[in-house]
């Protein structure tokens, strides 16, 4: 079974909608954090979490919200998708060792019509 | 101004042949780490090398080497005996501190000719 899975896999919704993205892990990790990709930009940060009571802002959150509901369990919102959030969304989560390596989830692709 | 430079948006190497990827970084905080990922047409994020700013030697995982010259602040990933399944892009990336958080480079699109 995959460390890190995200739900839904693929999502196709109209401008203005309400959509949530949600992402699981079983590594026990207490860091987590939500990526956007767009082509030729690579991946910029959305929001990051270091435990269930810490919540900051990354680089681009505008227009998103999140929710950690439990170590395991890190949710992103879209509270009204327009299209440039377009794009395809990964939750990460990393340990506090040596390198702090990422462990990435399979993606989301999101289209907003 | 850019954290992490990629500057080869796309790059050829023959099978079987050598490659390298180059990646330059700007950080004023003496702790970081550098990361390279790859990106098959699949989607997924796969984890390559690391090598921290700290590390005396040079990285190595099998046929990836990390080129880590920190007084140009350059992290060139090699990838030595190409093959075809290496055909992807790939992507720097760097931590800065302990906070965990990664900053990406915008990509180097690899293709493997046979």
């Known amino acids: 079974d995959a460390d890190v899975t995200q739900t839904p896999r693929n999502r196709i919704t109209k401008t203005g909608k309400r959509i949530m993205l949600e992402c699981s892990q079983t590594?026990?990790?207490?860091?987590m954090y939500w990526y956007r990709q767009d082509p030729g930009l690579g991946l910029r940060l959305i929001y990051y979490?270091?435990?269930?009571?810490?919540?900051n802002k990354g680089e681009i959150s505008d227009g998103y919200s999140v929710s950690r509901q439990a170590q395991a369990k890190f949710s992103l919102s879209l509270e009204s998708a327009i299209p440039n959030q377009t794009a395809l969304y990964f939750c990460?989560?990393?340990?506090?060792?040596?390198?702090?390596?990422?462990?990435f989830g399979p993606g989301t692709r999101l289209t907003v019509l | 101004a850019q954290k992490i430079t990629q500057t080869q948006p796309g790059m050829f190497v023959q099978e079987k042949e050598a490659v390298t990827l180059d990646c330059t970084y700007d950080?004023?905080?003496?702790?970081?780490?550098l990361f390279w990922y790859k990106q098959p047409s699949s989607g997924e994020m796969i984890f390559l090398i690391y090598?921290?700013?700290?590390?005396?030697q040079n990285a190595t995982e099998g046929r990836y080497s990390l080129n880590f010259q920190k007084a140009r602040k350059s992290a060139n990933l090699v990838i030595s005996a190409s093959q075809l399944g290496d055909s992807a892009m790939y992507f720097c990336?760097?931590?800065?501190?302990?906070?965990?958080?990664?900053?990406f480079g915008q990509g180097t699109t690899l293709q493997v000719k046979p």
């Open positions: 990460a989560t990393s340990d506090t060792g040596r390198t702090h390596e990422q462990f």
């Open positions: 590594k026990g990790h207490d860091r």
């Open positions: 979490s270091f435990d269930v009571k810490d919540i």
């Open positions: 950080t004023s905080d003496p702790s970081y780490g």
């Open positions: 090598q921290g700013s700290y590390d005396q």
């Open positions: 990336a760097m931590r800065e501190g302990e906070a965990g958080k990664l900053i």
